[in-house]
């Protein structure tokens, strides 16, 4: 059983999360995608303007990470967002469609961008096994 699908469902209260045990898989990739220059991005637009354009932008990864199907998105912070394919929602072709979500990711930003506006990003994929667990009882965070 898939750990976060558990709590989700409330069968194990936020307090006690960090005390369930770690999970691995060893069929996945991991797709992590940050915005390059994004301290000089947001100290030159307003901060509202800021939340409203990376929010554009992670909701459009997730629309495609939908598409592509046997995403797990980890986590955003702050500009990096952070998705395994495969794992917990296994599938054989994990690699070729992390690769695909990276391509998309960089198509996503080139679209957005303007000349007044350089929304640069980094992509790396890897391939390989991940350990996953919950850290921290106080706002715990399912983190591989």
Known sequence: EFLADAVVHGDVAPPK?????????????????????????????????????INAFFTSIDHVAECIGGVWKVETIGDCYIAVVGGPLACADHAERAVNLGCCILENAARISCKTLDLSVRVGVHSGSITAGFIGSLLPRYLI
Do not use: K, N
Request: glycine share 2%.
């Open 17 to 53: 999360w960090y005390t369930l045990p770690h999970q691995e898989w060893d069929e996945c990739t991991v797709v992590q995608m940050d915005v390059a220059g994004f301290t000089r991005l947001a100290s030159s637009i307003e901060a509202e303007e800021l939340i409203d354009l």
